[in-house]
C-alpha cells in the first residue's frame, strides 16, 4: 500500500559505531540505498570498526523487529534482510526509519549484526554521584 504522506524516508543505517543517514525517496528500491550505503562506506577507508567492503554483494541492509517475550524470556532484537528489489514504501512507514548492516565473511556468510548503542546515561556523572 502506497503512503502518500511523506516523499522521502531519512533511513538511519546503523553498524558497529557508525551511523550512516541517507535520504531515500519512496519508490527507491533497497539495492539502490545500498548502492549509497557502499559510496558512503568506502568514503573513510580508515574506519577501523566497520569492516571493509568492494561491492554491495558485501553486505545486507536488515530491519530490527522486536521477538515476542514470553514469561520466561525478555523480548529480544531479531534482524531481517530486507530484499534488495523492494522499494521503501514497502517496508517503512514513517519518514525516519532505522535499519542495520549485515557484513560477509570472505566465505560469503553473513556475520551477525554488530551496534554499539551510545549510553542514555553519562557514567562518569554516575560515578561522581556514588562518590559524594
Known amino acids: 500500500m502506497f503512503r502518500s504522506r511523506f516523499k522521502t524516508v531519512q533511513l538511519q543505517l546503523k553498524t558497529h559505531k557508525t551511523s550512516i543517514f541517507i535520504s531515500c525517496p519512496q519508490e527507491m528500491t533497497f539495492n539502490e540505498a545500498k548502492e549509497r550505503t557502499l559510496s558512503a562506506l568506502t568514503a573513510f577507508p580508515d574506519e577501523k570498526d566497520v569492516p571493509k567492503v568492494q561491492s ?77
Open 56 to 132: 554491495i554483494e558485501d553486505f545486507e541492509i536488515c530491519v530490527g523487529r522486536l521477538s515476542k517475550k514470553s514469561p520466561d524470556t525478555a523480548a529480544k532484537l531479531e534482524f531481517e534482510i530486507i530484499d534488495g528489489e523492494k522499494r521503501m514504501r514497502d517496508v517503512f512507514s514513517k519518514p525516519w526509519e532505522v535499519a542495520y548492516l549485515k557484513f560477509r565473511n570472505s566465505d560469503g556468510t553473513l556475520r551477525p549484526v554488530l551496534v554499539k548503542f551510545a549510553p542514555l546515561i553519562d557514567e562518569d556523572a554516575e560515578n561522581e554521584e556514588d562518590e559524594e
